[in-house]
């Protein structure tokens, strides 16, 4: 079993950063591929980036792309997502999901996901 804890939300001005901590408990080994999501109200759930623990491979929605970057500390089972430049669009709650299998093509897909966290609340103001 792998259970997945996010921190690090809040809320910040236009402009701003934050970085979310995603911490991985249990059977870790079991992980391939690390993603974060995110979901707005009245939105369905969009993947944000995703990350290949074995090669450090990272993926990225365009809509964040230069703004956002994801890495992993494999001593620390933890995953990060560093938030820069952040716009009002950007407030959601974000999650962290785990995959038991490479991330590949298909990263965003949240069926391609076995486990999910319970979600940090991120707030952008103009």
């Known amino acids: 079993q792998v259970q997945l804890v996010e921190s690090g939300g809040g809320s910040v001005q236009a402009g701003g950063s934050l970085r979310l901590s995603c911490a991985a408990f249990?059977?870790?080994?079991?992980?391939?591929?690390m993603g974060w999501f995110r979901q707005a109200p009245g939105k369905e759930r969009e993947g944000v980036a995703a990350i290949y623990i074995g090669g450090g491979i990272t993926y990225y929605a365009d809509s964040v792309k230069g703004r956002f970057t994801i890495s992993q500390d494999n001593a620390k089972n933890t995953l990060y997502l560093q938030m820069n430049s952040l716009q009002p669009d950007d407030t959601a709650m974000y999650y962290c999901a785990a995959a038991w299998r490479g991330c590949g093509g298909n990263w965003y897909r949240e069926d391609k996901y076995n486990v999910w966290g319970q979600g940090t609340q991120v707030t952008v103001s103009s």
């Open positions: 249990g059977y870790t080994y079991s992980m391939y591929c």
